[in-house]
C-alpha cells in the first residue's frame, strides 16, 4: 500500500513514538536492549490488531489462482490465502490482456449446488478449497482465476536477543496508510504489561480509539458511496413457470 511520505514513521520512529506517548519524555533506546524488543512485539501486536478493524479495508489484495482448465470446478488454497467475502467482492475470470469476463459472486456453500445447472458462474469458499457452480465451459479455457484475499500485514522481525539489528529492520516502514493509529494502539496495550503505566490505560485507550475512529471517518464518511449490487437470487422463471423445471425447487414454483 502506497503511503504519504510526509506520514510515514519507520521502526525507530515508532518506538519513540510509543515511549513518548507512555512517559512524555524524549526517550531513544538500543535495539539491542529489552525495552526496545518489548515495545516492537507491542507494535506487532498493534498491527495484527488493526488489520481487524473496518472488514480488513487496509489490507485488501488479490491472488491468481492459475488458469481455468476446461471441465475443472474446483481450486484448491493455502493457508496463506484468506478470501475476502465482503459486500461486492467476487472471483474474476481474466484473459490473457488482464480484462475480466467473468464475475464469479460468493454464495453459501450449502446453497452452491442449486445453481449447477445454470450458465451463469457463482462460488464458493471452504477452509481450503474454492469450489465453482459448473465445471468450466471450453471457451473459457486459459482464462486465469483471480480471488480478493485479505493479506496479513508486514511484521518487523527482530533476530535473536544481544544480536545486532540491521539498519534495514530498524528502517522498515510501518504496514499502515497513518502509523499514528498502530503508535497509539501499541502504547495502550503496552501500559496493560506494566504495573508501573496501567493507571494510563483508560487514558491511552481513548486516545487511540478517538484517532482509530477519526481515520475511518475520513476513509468511509468523507467520500462518496461506493456503488454496491444489490443481492437478487438468480431465479429464472416467473409466477407461471415456463419452460424447463430446474432439478430442485425455485421459492417462485
Known sequence: MSQNPEAQQTLDDAVAE????????????AP???????????????L?????????SYYVDTVDLGPVISGGQEMLLTNLQRPRIINDDAVRLVDSHGLVQVWAYFLPRDALHKYEAQTGLWCSVTQRTLRFSRPFHPW??????????????????LPAPNKPVSSAIRKQLIDFP???VIVARAAYMYAQTDPVMQPRVQTLE????????????????????PYLNSFTLPLENGLVPTGERHRHPHSDF
Open 140 to 157: 473459457e479455457d486459459g482464462w486465469r482465476v483471480v480471488l480478493p484475499i485479505m493479506r496479513e500485514p508486514i511484521m518487523f522481525r
Open 206 to 225: 481513548g486516545g487511540f480509539k478517538d484517532l482509530m475512529y477519526q481515520i475511518i471517518e475520513r476513509d468511509t464518511s468523507i467520500s462518496d458511496t
Open 178 to 180: 497513518y502509523p499514528d
Open 48 to 56: 495484527r490488531a488493526n488489520a481487524l478493524e473496518n472488514e480488513w
Open 32 to 46: 539491542e536492549l529489552e525495552r526496545y524488543r518489548s515495545i516492537t512485539r507491542a507494535l506487532n501486536r498493534a
Open 18 to 29: 510509543t515511549l513518548a506517548l507512555l512517559t512524555g519524555l524524549d526517550l531513544t533506546y
